[in-house]
């Protein structure tokens, strides 16, 4: 199974190849996958024009999505992930309205998605959004967790934290 964490092209990008030439066996749990791109400019498009691609924006979904698509399973906030125990679905809109993260408390560890990401060494909140208050919001539902990684959708992981306290506003 392959989750992605809000509906927006660069998370589309390349979905069809890690389904297609992907071992069951590596798509399961939380391994990584981590697909470079040599032209992101090309892909994005292609992305806007496929027929399961995401856009960011909401009222531009309706233009590019088939009437009948639909999402294979609907998971509620706080509601275990039947093939990953111990995990929970957060809402976390803000980057776009249909964001999510992963938590484990077991583990201490959140999947941010693009909620956190860690571009500049240390972890800092999404500045490219669609609702910059929900983002805040959604980042002060998290601060409570008690979180030791933070798996981010853009730049490296980051470990052994005290919580999100460090985490740039």
């Known amino acids: ?52 691609g995401a856009i960011p924006l909401p009222f531009l979904r309706t233009l590019f999505l088939p009437s009948d698509y639909s ?12 093939y990953l125990p111990h995990w929970v679905i957060i809402k976390t809109p803000g980057h776009t309205d249909d964001s999510i993260c992963f938590y484990s408390s077991d583990e201490k560890t959140i999947i941010s998605g693009d909620t956190i990401l860690n571009m500049k060494g240390n972890g800092e909140l999404n500045n490219f959004c669609c609702d910059p208050d929900a983002i805040k919001e959604s980042f002060k539902k998290l601060l409570p967790l008690d979180v030791k990684n933070i ?12 919580g999100l306290g460090n985490v740039t506003q």
Not at 22 to 51: C, H, M, Q, R
Not at 71 to 82: F, G, K, P, T, V
Not at 151 to 159: I, R, V
Request: hydrophobic fraction near 40%; glycine fraction near 6%; proline fraction near 5%.
């Open 1 to 52: 199974r392959v989750c992605f964490f809000n509906m927006v092209g660069d998370y589309l990008n390349g979905r069809d190849k890690i389904c297609l030439f992907s071992p069951s066996a590596w798509l399961k749990g939380l391994l990584p996958v981590v697909i470079a791109e040599e032209n992101y400019l090309k892909n994005t498009i292609a992305a806007l024009f496929s027929d399961m």
């Open 151 to 162: 798996y981010p959708g853009h730049g490296k992981p980051l470990f052994n934290l005290d």
């Open 71 to 82: 999402a294979e399973c609907i998971l509620d906030e706080d509601q275990s992930i039947s």
